[in-house]
Each structure stands twice: as structure tokens, then as C-alpha cells.
């Protein structure tokens, strides 16, 4: 069973900067896709960034240029690095993971596994 803990949430004010971590544990290796979604209240959940099987990225256009994803599969460890935040960055943010012929996707049907999520907070 893979097990997704994430990390490094806070409360920032906007241009600030936050630093998220998703650690994997169990059966995962750099084979499988990764990403990082948020939902803001009453809103949908939506992706942010994906990581595929050979290192390619999709990053969602709103956050293109501030958000940088990527991965060290020694540590078994998904980064997001935030920058430049505004308010519309806040929500909680989640790690998931996919295994199989998967892809860097930003919609989330593909992914098996989910972490419980950690809040982002933007203040103006």
C-alpha cells in the first residue's frame, strides 16, 4: 500500500514563498506519475502540476513561471516550490500518485492515490 504524507503548508502574504513535500512510502518508484492538486472552499479540486514517468512536467498556465515541481526518487520525495504566491494560490493542497501507463496529467482520473493535504494560505 503506498501512503502519501504532505508537508510545508503555511500562512503567507501574497509574493511569499512555500516549499511542499509529499513523501511517499511503500511500493513507489520514479515508474510512477505524480502531482499536485488544491481546492479552495466551494470550489472544484484542480491540478496544479504533474510529473511523468521520464521527468516530463505540465504546470497549470495560472501558475506558470511561480510554481516548480519536481522530484527526488531517492528520497521518494515530490516537491512543489511556490513563488511569487498571490490569494488565489490558497486551498489545500494534495499529493497523488499513478501507477501503470500513466502520464504528467493535470485532470485526476489517473491517479490511485491520494494524500490527506496541507493548507496554503495567501493573505493580501
Known amino acids: 500500500q503506498i501512503q502519501l504524507v504532505e508537508s510545508g503548508g503555511g500562512s503567507v502574504q501574497a509574493g511569499g514563498s512555500l516549499r511542499l513535500s509529499c513523501a511517499a512510502s511503500?511500493?513507489?518508484?520514479?515508474?510512477?506519475?505524480m502531482g499536485w492538486f488544491r481546492q479552495a472552499p466551494g470550489k472544484q479540486r484542480e491540478g496544479v502540476a504533474a510529473?511523468?514517468?521520464?521527468?516530463?512536467?505540465n504546470v497549470l498556465y495560472s501558475v506558470l513561471g511561480r510554481f516548480t515541481i519536481s522530484r527526488d526518487n531517492a528520497k521518494n520525495t515530490l516537491y512543489l516550490q511556490m513563488n511569487n504566491l498571490v490569494p488565489e494560490d490558497t486551498g489545500m493542497y494534495y499529493c497523488?500518485?499513478?501507477?501503470?501507463?500513466?502520464?504528467?496529467?493535470?485532470?485526476?482520473?489517473?491517479?490511485?492515490?491520494w494524500g490527506r493535504g496541507t493548507q496554503v494560505a495567501v493573505s493580501s
Open positions: 497523488a500518485a499513478a501507477a501503470g501507463n500513466c502520464y504528467a496529467e493535470l485532470t485526476d482520473s489517473q491517479y490511485n492515490y
Open positions: 511503500g511500493y513507489i518508484d520514479s515508474t510512477y506519475c
Open positions: 510529473i511523468g514517468r521520464f521527468g516530463t512536467t
